[in-house]
């Protein structure tokens, strides 16, 4: 059984960066698209960045110009680098891939970021 495993959260400073890092593994196919959601505090998931196999990307508007999603193919590995971090970001970072109608989805790692 393939899963997708997340690391690089952790507790950051305003302003302050963090590196999300997602691996595919197990037996889980070539995925044409790979990204990442959250879900802060009390509220639902959603949508942060996405990336696709051609490397075209997606971004939330609060994200633009301070996230960058990249990945390595050859590593099945997606990136999330975090760049002048707000308090707002804080939430659980969940990596996110798709494969024609088939989604994946990893555990989730904690994001906080404090003042």
């Known amino acids: 059984q393939g899963q997708l495993v997340e690391s690089g959260g952790g507790l950051v400073q305003a302003g302050g960066s963090l590196r999300l890092s997602c691996a595919v593994s197990?037996?889980?196919?070539?995925?044409?698209?790979m990204g990442w959601y959250r879900q802060p505090p009390g509220k639902q998931r959603v949508f942060v960045a996405a990336i696709a196999n051609d490397g075209s990307r997606n971004y939330e508007d609060s994200v633009k110009g301070r996230f960058t999603i990249s990945r390595d193919n050859a590593k099945n590995t997606v990136y999330l680098q975090m760049n002048s971090l707000k308090l707002d970001d804080t939430a659980v970072y969940y990596c996110?891939?798709?494969?024609?109608?088939?989604?994946?989805w990893g555990q989730g790692t904690q994001v906080t970021v404090s003042s």
């Open positions: 197990g037996s889980i196919p070539s995925l044409n698209f």
């Open positions: 996110w891939g798709r494969r024609l109608s088939s989604h994946y």
